[in-house]
């Protein structure tokens, strides 16, 4: 079992949440609890009385608290309506793959070994993160490249998760990004981490193809993704209403597949460890006829009834742990906070059991309540790898935060030139099909401009070549490639223009 993290308090959320900018809700429930010629610093009033005051300042941050902690895409409610982790499957059907069990127990987990959320506001500092070696040996996964990297808003209370993953994630609502790290240190002052990434608040909380990397778990989301969050714990209700996280240990997971839609990837040692037949980015749920009520504990009943409604996608890997579900660090979501409990063990077992992989679905329904089908065809190529200014002066950088090659100083019309193939990642549900119809679109600013040409290095020749595309212009061709190597060219417009691609097969 994994040792419960006492560092990580419902006070740090409320602390987060009121410097955002919520000050003065908490006030009301300060005053009516204690008389105002005898209050106190918070941190000296009595444990309880301090929790019962946060819990109701958050409970009142959740019903009218400004719109930054109410919408979609928010600290308090990451990811679109539409994500797959705030939707769930109508009709869902189901494989006979049952999870093993393995050396320990299924967990819950709010300690060592999940992660804490911190909330960024605009008056943060930056702060840089070297890697563990010093500098230019952090690696940006998107970037494929070892550098360092600042972070423009730095909270104060940021720390990683104690277990050896020591992953951390941080919301920063002005960016609109959620930066991931896994091995997070602070290190003599500085702080360093083994790997950065980075996902929109806002977005699918899932990579695509091209943006295959994006966050510090295995399956390239942040760590933060179907979280069991403080505040929705300490609100105790019937369900969590979104797709939680999970980790499978070895004699679960697949080989081959190890990854299946909506991941990109999945941990490195799959084929050499992986001996089960359940993929990373699979759905588990328990059916609809699994009773409920015969989970006596409160906190795994709600556990259990999420399950049912919108399941675990599995995230990770993890070692002799049948199943472990994910909670905020120091949130009240554990089922046993208190250490072993056979009774809980028990349970978990039985809900270990019952979790089947979703197959298919009818349909889907989103945060919203509004029926869609989940997209799978999502751009298949990034601007990543090493450019070269090939004629005109000024410089070509890909900037992973705008998906996008970055001109800077540069003289009009200057080109640069990226030879590295890089720009296509191999995502297995996602290789492009020979005799199938893609349409290249180009998006740029400053009168920039993209051309891409691939060559079959089967047959030695150039076969697609989509000539300059201005922004908003496209092409559309059929990809006829068996070995295909891309090359891409950027033109300048100016002295600061951009330019990113976006590869769709053709409706």
Sequence with gaps: MLARNARYTFHDLATQLISHGAQNLMRPFRSSLIPTSQELPMQQLPTSLRRLQLTLAVTALLSSAPTWAQEWGSYLKPFAADSLWNSRPVNPTFSDDVIPTSDYYPLVTNSSYSTGIFLASPNDPPVTVSGPTGSNSLKIVDEEAFHDITIPHWPAATKPAPGGDAHADIADPTTGIIHSFWGLAQQDGKWTARLYAWTRLDGRGWPDPAHYYQGARATGIPAAAGLIRTHEAAAKPAFYPHALAMSLTFNALAANPAYVFPSTSA????????????????????????????????????????????????????????????????????????????????????????????????????????????????????????????????QAKFSSWDQAVVFTNSSANSVAVNYSNRGMQTVNWAKPVVGGSYKLTAHATGGAKLRMTIYDQMIGKVVTDSGYLGDGQSTTFTWNANSPRLIIYAQSGGETSSVRAELLKAN
């Design 267 to 394: 941990d490195a040692h799959a084929a050499k460890l992986n001996t089960g037949n359940i993929p990373e980015g699979a759905l588990m749920m328990l059916p609809p006829s699994f009773d409920t009520s015969k989970i006596t504990n409160d906190e795994l009943r709600r556990i259990a009834e999420t399950l049912k409604r919108y399941g675990a996608y599995v995230v990770d890997a993890n070692r002799g742990t049948p199943f472990a579900i994910y909670a905020e660090i120091g949130s009240t979501a554990n089922p046993a906070p208190n250490g072993w409990n056979a009774t809980v063990g028990n349970e978990l077992q039985t809900i270990r059991a019952a979790l089947r992989r979703v197959t298919g679905a009818s349909s889907w329904v989103d945060g919203n309540g509004n029926s869609f089908t989940p997209n799978q065809n999502l751009n298949l190529l990034s601007m990543r790898g090493a450019w070269a200014v090939q004629s005109g002066s000024g």
